[in-house]
């Protein structure tokens, strides 16, 4: 099966630390998505691309949050500097033109203490 | 901004007896409306999704309800069996906005043998 890999699975890192979490799409999925998931807010979108160019970062806090798509395989979410309201985790999610439904990764939890 | 409201929070169902989750949206331009599972350390998986010109998709033991005039829709899981505790997710998402998903809070569903 197809599956999107997001890497690392954990991270633990101290506050103000630099954090880079990446994630390789489905090949041939076009639209990529970033959601973070926490027990009080849900699932929320972060930010998303497609054919690799931002469409929508509304949901990132823009001064410590950034994404990236530097080739259609693989994609990247860094926060610097982290702090500790960022432990959460978050999925990676690609899907195809006209296709609607996404495929997610396993995740980054990542907690910062 | 509540796009798409989910209930019940939690649900608790006896082996072989029906699940039943609902959502409301209010966005009228919506036109797919997905479902996934989640199971605990996993991403969410798309489940079974319905566009708006059918009144009702049934796969297996899973099928989605659609009330257009309602603006509702519903998850029914027949017989339902422990390997289906897990957490639902509603979703809907339009056309104009490539495909971005606006997600419920989620159901967390119990399922005692």
């Known amino acids: 099966d197809a599956r999107v890999t997001q890497t690392p699975r954990h991270k633990v890192t101290e506050m103000g630390q630099e954090v880079t979490m990446r994630c390789q799409p489905i090949l041939g999925h076009n639209t990529v998505f970033w959601y973070r998931q926490t027990m009080m807010q849900g699932l929320e979108l972060l930010a998303y691309f497609r054919n690799r160019a931002p469409l929508d970062d509304s949901g990132m806090p823009k001064d410590r949050f950034s994404a990236e798509m530097p080739d259609a395989t693989l994609a990247t979410l860094k926060i610097q500097p982290s702090e500790p309201r960022d432990s959460a985790v978050y999925f990676c999610?690609?899907?195809?033109?006209?296709?609607?439904?996404?495929?997610f990764g396993s995740g980054t939890r990542l907690t910062v203490v | 901004q509540q796009q798409v409201k989910q209930s019940p929070q939690s649900l608790i169902v006896q082996k072989g007896g029906i699940s039943i989750i609902n959502c409301a949206y209010e966005n009228t331009a919506f036109d797919y409306f997905p479902w996934y599972q989640q199971f605990p350390g996993k991403g969410p998986a798309l489940l079974i999704a319905i566009r708006p010109d059918v009144s009702e998709k049934k796969e297996g033991r899973f099928t989605i309800s659609f009330n257009k005039s309602a603006k509702q829709f519903s998850l029914h899981i027949m017989d339902s069996q422990p390997g289906d505790s897990a957490t639902y997710f509603c979703a809907a998402s339009t056309n104009t906005n490539a495909g971005k998903s606006t997600f419920g809070d989620g159901t967390t569903l119990t399922v005692k043998p």
């Open positions: 999610a690609s899907a195809d033109t006209g296709s609607y439904g996404y495929t």
